[in-house]
């Protein structure tokens, strides 16, 4: 038997001098698997074409629709409506991002601005021949860094991160993820003092309060709490030098 849901969606326009921020309520019928990204596609095809939401793949790999889901932030493709017992389900935009529209923030800028500051390439001095084959390492060395790559850059640990919202700087789990795959990447011959000097700070590894909502909250279950923790016996090692 299926039941009413009521979504109660935010709703602002910073662009505009009349919009003020304000929650809009829909009510729809639940279907069987029903995820919250299927209830804003009915709501703007058939009740506000107006609201803004971001998507792109439908399938937990884009990242592009993560937003807070009755006050945890999740991707909307893969949150299930039944798991809302009482089928009310609070939609907001996450925090520590610009706001665009409605439920949009804009992740792009902010994880682009996170590359360049952690430096977020190889860097080796050899100059690449593309006709011999590819430096060999280890399968499980390899298997370990590349693990560290399916970051879907979603933003759902950062908007998860007390110490992002307090502190504005703070390079965030993502971007000391990002930090950890290039210090064990064998084909990355930047040292430890290299590391230090991007991200061994109070905005960087030493200023994470551990709470760990970020890996709690990971869609993708990523070892964010061992990698932050790797970072850190890295580089008090480099501090204590």
Not at 139 to 145: G, H
Request: proline share 5%; aromatic share 8%.
């Amino acid at each position: 038997m299926s039941r009413k849901l009521t979504i109660k969606a935010f709703k602002y326009n910073p662009l505009s001098k009349i919009s003020k921020p304000h929650f809009v309520t829909y009510e729809l019928e639940e279907t069987p698997f029903m995820t919250v990204f299927v209830c804003l596609t009915l709501i703007r095809e058939k009740m506000d074409a107006d609201l803004s939401f971001d998507f792109v793949c439908r399938a937990g790999i884009c990242g592009s629709c993560a937003m807070m889901i009755n006050g945890v932030p999740k991707l909307a493709c893969k949150t299930l409506t039944k798991d809302y017992e009482d089928g009310v389900i609070e939609l907001m935009p996450m925090p520590a991002f610009r706001h665009i529209k409605d439920l949009s923030v804009n992740t792009g800028e902010w994880f682009e601005g996170m590359c360049k500051r952690v430096e977020s390439w190889v860097h080796n001095e050899k100059e690449t021949d593309i006709s011999a084959l590819e430096e060999r390492i280890e399968p499980e060395v390899a298997d370990e860094t590349f693990e560290l790559d399916r970051c879907i850059e979603c933003g759902i640990c950062v908007a998860s991160c007390a110490t992002k919202l307090m502190r504005p700087n703070f390079i965030g789990a993502t971007g000391l993820l990002r930090t950890a795959r290039y210090l064990q990447d064998p084909h990355d011959h930047r040292s430890v003092e290299d590391f230090y000097e991007l991200v061994g700070d109070d905005d960087g590894v030493f200023g994470c309060m551990s709470l760990l909502a970020c890996e709690d909250n990971c869609p993708k279950d990523l070892p964010l709490q061992s990698k932050i923790a790797y970072m850190r016996r890295q580089l008090v090692a480099q501090k204590d030098k």
